[in-house]
């Protein structure tokens, strides 16, 4: 198993331009979620999804969007990148349909927005 | 605001001393969990305490957990110089929808 994989691994945006952030897992984990990490600080979670067709918001969704077509996939999206999204993203699954289990994080994407 | 509050915000030691750090939270929980972040990679879990339960052990790691005072702690035995990382209290609650929040993390520094 791959575990969680994450692409890219590093990207540089401009401000005002869009763009997706790729998480994927093979481990048929219900539970998926997104995190921002800024320097020095914990992770802040973005958006969860509890399976495929639900989302739901975190504590900084403002900016960003994700749907979850399949249990595999759940992409982070960008709409118009501004220089506070500056962070590292974490994408973590874990097996149940809660987060009650055990998280699985992706190795990050660390973005810069000028 | 972050649910979870690790003290203290750095700690340094030397290698074969213990470590402890604490989490301290708000709100009732479902579980609480520890995780290990090296410079510039990914989350590693450590150790998952459930509500109901006060102490788990694994390995040179033990976490307890006082749900009455809100608080954890993490005592790291024997510390190696490769325990050197940032560590980071999570706890998942359910509110409208189970959330995992973590707190701003401990940097252990631990001197050969």
């Known amino acids: 198993n791959a575990g969680v994989t994450q692409t890219p691994k590093f990207q540089v945006l401009k401000t005002g331009q869009s763009m997706t952030l790729q998480c994927a897992q093979d481990m048929n984990h219900e539970y998926m979620s997104w995190y921002r990490q800024d320097p020095g600080m914990g992770l802040r979670l973005i958006h969860y999804?509890?399976?495929?067709?639900?989302?739901d918001q975190g504590e900084v969704p403002n900016g960003y969007n994700v749907s979850r077509s399949t249990t595999e996939d759940f992409p982070l999206r960008l709409l118009s990148a501004a220089p506070s999204q500056t962070s590292v993203y974490f994408c973590a699954s874990s097996y149940g349909a809660t987060s009650t289990d055990t998280q699985y994080f992706g190795p990050g994407t660390r973005l810069t927005v000028l | 605001s972050q649910q979870g509050e690790e003290d203290p915000q750095a700690l340094s030691i030397q290698e074969g001393e213990n470590a402890t750090m604490n989490c301290s939270y708000k709100t009732s929980i479902n579980n609480l969990q520890w995780y290990r972040q090296n410079s510039g990679r990914g989350l590693v879990h450590l150790i998952l305490?459930?509500?109901?339960?006060r102490e788990k052990h694994s390995g040179r790691l033990r976490v307890t957990l006082d749900t009455s005072k809100k608080s954890s702690s993490l005592l790291i035995t024997a510390s190696r110089a490769a325990d050197t990382a940032s560590y980071f209290c999570?706890?998942?609650?359910?509110?409208?929808?189970?959330?995992?929040?973590f707190g701003a993390g401990t940097r252990l520094f631990v001197k050969a």
């Open positions: 999570a706890t998942t609650s359910y509110t409208g929808g189970f959330k995992t929040i």
């Open positions: 305490i459930r509500s109901n339960e």
């Open positions: 999804s509890v399976g495929a067709g639900i989302t």
